[in-house]
């Protein structure tokens, strides 16, 4: 079993910046493929970034690119989505999961390959 902890979210004003933390259990955390998905009021919820069980690979919704940044620290079992130039579009439930056993033919955007989701950060961006 393995539990996601989300820290970082809160409130802040448009162009501004956040950065998002997810701790994970279990010793073998350097062999997981880790993503962000967040979900606004309202909407479904929706792929984010996704970073390769090696760090070396990452992956962005086109609505993200150039303004967050998905990186991993494997010596702290934590991924991390640094988020800057915030917009009140990006206003949602963050959150992080996990993909303990991924391969090459998985898709780091779909929910279905993920296993373990955390309980989700909320992120608010104000105009």
């Known amino acids: 079993q393995v539990q996601l902890v989300e820290s970082g979210g809160g409130l802040v004003q448009a162009g501004g910046s956040l950065r998002l933390s997810c701790q994970a259990s279990g010793r073998t955390f350097s062999n997981y493929a880790m993503g962000w998905f967040r979900q606004a009021p309202g909407k479904e919820r929706e792929f984010v970034a996704a970073i390769h069980w090696s760090g070396h690979i990452t992956y962005y919704a086109d609505s993200v690119k150039g303004r967050f940044t998905i990186s991993r620290d494997n010596a702290k079992n934590t991924v991390y989505l640094q988020m800057n130039s915030l917009k009140p579009g990006d206003t949602a439930v963050y959150y992080c999961?996990?993909?303990?056993?991924?391969?090459?033919?998985?898709?780091?955007?779909?929910?279905?390959?993920?296993?373990?989701w955390g309980q989700g950060t909320q992120v608010t961006v104000s105009s």
């Open positions: 999961a996990a993909d303990p056993r991924p391969n090459p033919y998985s898709d780091p955007k779909a929910e279905s390959v993920y296993d373990y």
